[in-house]
Protein backbone atom coordinates (compact mmCIF):
# COMPACT_ATOMS: atom_id res chain seq x y z
CA UNK A 1 0.00 0.00 0.00
CA UNK A 2 1.50 3.64 -0.67
CA UNK A 3 0.24 6.78 0.00
CA UNK A 4 0.05 9.29 -2.19
CA UNK A 5 1.49 13.07 -1.80
CA UNK A 6 -0.66 15.87 -3.44
CA UNK A 7 2.52 16.87 -5.48
CA UNK A 8 5.49 14.74 -7.18
CA UNK A 9 8.19 16.29 -5.00
CA UNK A 10 12.43 16.70 -6.55
CA UNK A 11 15.43 16.72 -4.47
CA UNK A 12 18.02 18.69 -5.73
CA UNK A 13 21.16 19.21 -4.41
CA UNK A 14 23.97 21.89 -4.73
CA UNK A 15 27.56 20.51 -4.37
CA UNK A 16 30.05 23.04 -3.17
CA UNK A 17 32.11 24.65 -5.91
CA UNK A 18 36.03 22.98 -5.96
CA UNK A 19 37.04 25.73 -8.72
CA UNK A 20 36.53 29.34 -9.36
CA UNK A 21 35.04 29.08 -12.66
CA UNK A 22 32.08 26.47 -11.68
CA UNK A 23 29.08 28.55 -11.72
CA UNK A 24 25.41 27.88 -10.19
CA UNK A 25 24.26 25.99 -12.87
CA UNK A 26 27.15 24.05 -13.00
CA UNK A 27 26.74 22.95 -9.23
CA UNK A 28 23.03 22.30 -8.92
CA UNK A 29 21.31 18.88 -9.88
CA UNK A 30 17.94 16.87 -8.89
CA UNK A 31 18.63 13.85 -7.02
CA UNK A 32 15.51 12.21 -7.50
CA UNK A 33 11.43 12.74 -7.06
CA UNK A 34 8.95 10.80 -4.97
CA UNK A 35 5.13 10.67 -5.02
CA UNK A 36 4.11 8.82 -2.34
CA UNK A 37 4.72 9.15 1.26
CA UNK A 38 6.99 5.44 1.29
CA UNK A 39 9.26 6.89 -1.09
CA UNK A 40 9.63 10.24 0.83
CA UNK A 41 11.21 7.33 3.89
CA UNK A 42 13.45 5.38 1.62
CA UNK A 43 14.78 8.95 0.24
CA UNK A 44 15.03 10.52 3.61
CA UNK A 45 16.88 7.03 5.03
CA UNK A 46 19.17 6.84 2.13
CA UNK A 47 20.79 10.55 2.26
CA UNK A 48 23.53 12.52 4.25
CA UNK A 49 21.11 14.55 7.15
CA UNK A 50 22.40 18.23 6.71
CA UNK A 51 25.08 17.79 9.70
CA UNK A 52 26.32 15.61 7.19
CA UNK A 53 26.75 17.55 4.11
CA UNK A 54 29.92 19.85 3.48
CA UNK A 55 29.95 23.58 3.69
CA UNK A 56 28.21 25.67 0.53
CA UNK A 57 26.05 22.75 -0.13
CA UNK A 58 22.16 22.95 -0.70
CA UNK A 59 19.08 20.43 -0.63
CA UNK A 60 16.56 21.88 -1.92
CA UNK A 61 13.22 20.10 -2.50
CA UNK A 62 10.54 21.60 -5.47
CA UNK A 63 7.06 21.30 -5.92
CA UNK A 64 6.32 18.95 -9.42
CA UNK A 65 8.99 20.20 -12.32
CA UNK A 66 9.93 23.97 -10.37
CA UNK A 67 13.08 24.71 -10.83
CA UNK A 68 14.97 26.13 -7.32
CA UNK A 69 16.11 29.47 -9.13
CA UNK A 70 14.74 32.81 -8.69
CA UNK A 71 14.11 32.68 -12.93
CA UNK A 72 11.58 29.70 -12.38
CA UNK A 73 8.05 31.43 -13.69
CA UNK A 74 6.79 29.70 -10.68
CA UNK A 75 9.25 31.33 -8.19
CA UNK A 76 10.03 34.73 -10.10
CA UNK A 77 6.67 36.36 -8.66
CA UNK A 78 7.35 35.01 -4.93
CA UNK A 79 10.26 34.80 -2.33
CA UNK A 80 11.32 33.26 0.45
CA UNK A 81 10.92 33.11 4.12
CA UNK A 82 14.06 32.71 5.92
CA UNK A 83 15.51 32.10 8.85
CA UNK A 84 19.26 31.88 9.99
CA UNK A 85 20.17 29.43 12.73
CA UNK A 86 23.83 30.73 13.41
CA UNK A 87 26.36 28.17 14.61
CA UNK A 88 26.52 24.26 14.04
CA UNK A 89 23.44 23.47 15.76
CA UNK A 90 22.92 19.46 16.77
CA UNK A 91 18.91 19.81 16.53
CA UNK A 92 19.20 20.79 12.50
CA UNK A 93 18.60 17.72 11.18
CA UNK A 94 15.07 17.27 13.30
CA UNK A 95 14.40 20.39 12.14
CA UNK A 96 15.10 19.99 8.56
CA UNK A 97 13.38 17.03 8.27
CA UNK A 98 10.55 19.29 10.44
CA UNK A 99 10.39 21.29 7.68
CA UNK A 100 10.33 18.62 4.82
CA UNK A 101 6.99 17.02 6.47
CA UNK A 102 5.35 20.29 7.14
CA UNK A 103 5.92 20.64 3.26
CA UNK A 104 4.93 17.54 1.48
CA UNK A 105 2.28 17.23 3.95
CA UNK A 106 0.67 20.73 2.97
CA UNK A 107 0.37 21.47 6.60
CA UNK A 108 1.68 25.03 6.25
CA UNK A 109 -0.81 26.32 3.70
CA UNK A 110 -3.91 25.19 3.63
CA UNK A 111 -5.22 26.17 0.03
CA UNK A 112 -1.60 24.38 -1.08
CA UNK A 113 -1.32 27.50 -3.34
CA UNK A 114 1.35 29.59 -2.06
CA UNK A 115 4.50 27.13 -1.28
CA UNK A 116 6.82 25.71 -4.45
CA UNK A 117 9.71 24.41 -1.87
CA UNK A 118 12.13 24.66 0.94
CA UNK A 119 15.79 25.03 0.84
CA UNK A 120 18.59 24.36 3.31
CA UNK A 121 22.12 26.14 2.75
CA UNK A 122 24.93 25.06 4.71
CA UNK A 123 27.81 27.61 5.33
CA UNK A 124 30.22 28.93 7.57
CA UNK A 125 28.29 31.22 9.40
CA UNK A 126 25.74 28.41 10.29
CA UNK A 127 22.24 26.69 8.56
CA UNK A 128 19.67 28.95 6.47
CA UNK A 129 16.27 27.12 5.82
CA UNK A 130 13.95 28.98 3.68
CA UNK A 131 10.40 28.38 2.73
CA UNK A 132 9.69 29.55 -0.71
CA UNK A 133 6.52 30.99 -1.79
CA UNK A 134 4.45 31.51 -5.52
CA UNK A 135 3.66 35.41 -4.68
CA UNK A 136 4.46 38.09 -2.04
CA UNK A 137 0.48 38.77 -1.57
CA UNK A 138 0.79 39.25 2.72
CA UNK A 139 -2.17 37.84 3.88
CA UNK A 140 -1.34 34.54 2.70
CA UNK A 141 2.14 34.91 3.52
CA UNK A 142 1.88 36.42 7.09
CA UNK A 143 -0.27 33.14 7.40
CA UNK A 144 2.28 30.96 6.27
CA UNK A 145 5.35 32.10 8.19
CA UNK A 146 3.50 31.72 11.27
CA UNK A 147 3.18 28.65 10.33
CA UNK A 148 6.88 27.93 9.49
CA UNK A 149 7.81 29.69 12.34
CA UNK A 150 6.32 27.18 14.71
CA UNK A 151 7.70 24.01 12.07
CA UNK A 152 11.23 25.33 12.94
CA UNK A 153 10.57 25.64 16.83
CA UNK A 154 11.37 29.13 16.69
CA UNK A 155 10.85 31.73 19.91
CA UNK A 156 8.89 34.38 19.95
CA UNK A 157 11.64 36.35 20.05
CA UNK A 158 13.28 35.28 16.80
CA UNK A 159 12.73 36.80 13.89
CA UNK A 160 11.64 35.11 10.27
CA UNK A 161 12.43 37.47 7.53
CA UNK A 162 10.58 37.35 3.82
CA UNK A 163 13.04 38.37 1.21
CA UNK A 164 11.20 38.84 -2.57
CA UNK A 165 13.49 37.34 -4.89
CA UNK A 166 13.16 40.42 -7.13
CA UNK A 167 15.66 41.47 -4.86
CA UNK A 168 17.99 38.53 -4.33
CA UNK A 169 20.76 39.54 -6.28
CA UNK A 170 20.69 43.26 -4.00
CA UNK A 171 23.16 41.55 -1.07
CA UNK A 172 22.28 44.84 1.14
CA UNK A 173 18.24 43.88 0.54
CA UNK A 174 16.31 44.55 3.62
CA UNK A 175 13.25 41.94 4.56
CA UNK A 176 10.20 43.05 3.35
CA UNK A 177 8.10 40.78 5.90
CA UNK A 178 9.88 39.86 9.70
CA UNK A 179 7.18 37.98 11.99
P1 LIG B 1 22.51 31.53 -1.90
O1 LIG B 1 22.98 30.14 -1.98
O2 LIG B 1 21.06 31.75 -2.02
O3 LIG B 1 22.92 32.19 -0.49
O4 LIG B 1 23.22 32.39 -3.03
P2 LIG B 1 24.30 32.55 0.24
O5 LIG B 1 24.57 33.97 -0.18
O6 LIG B 1 23.98 32.43 1.67
O7 LIG B 1 25.36 31.60 -0.19
C1 LIG B 1 24.57 32.27 -3.34
C2 LIG B 1 24.80 32.55 -4.81
O8 LIG B 1 24.31 31.44 -5.58
C3 LIG B 1 24.08 33.76 -5.36
O9 LIG B 1 24.79 34.94 -5.18
C4 LIG B 1 23.97 33.39 -6.83
O10 LIG B 1 25.20 33.61 -7.49
C5 LIG B 1 23.73 31.90 -6.78
N1 LIG B 1 22.29 31.59 -6.76
C6 LIG B 1 21.55 31.18 -5.70
N2 LIG B 1 20.26 31.01 -6.09
C7 LIG B 1 19.19 30.56 -5.23
C8 LIG B 1 20.17 31.31 -7.40
C9 LIG B 1 19.08 31.32 -8.33
O11 LIG B 1 17.94 31.02 -8.01
N3 LIG B 1 19.40 31.70 -9.58
C10 LIG B 1 20.68 32.06 -9.95
N4 LIG B 1 20.89 32.46 -11.19
N5 LIG B 1 21.71 32.06 -9.10
C11 LIG B 1 21.47 31.68 -7.82
Redesign the pocket.
Known sequence: LKHPLNSKWTLWY?KPAIADNE???DL?RPVTSFTTVEEFWAVQNAIPKPRELPL?S?Y?LFRNDI??????DA?SNGGKWSFQFRGRIPQIDDLWLRALLAVIGESIDEDESEINGV?I?V?R?GY?I?LWTRSTRQAPLSKVGAKFKAVLQLEETDKLEFFA?SS??D?NAKPTLVL
Open positions: TSWSLKDHRPEWEDNVNRSKGHANK
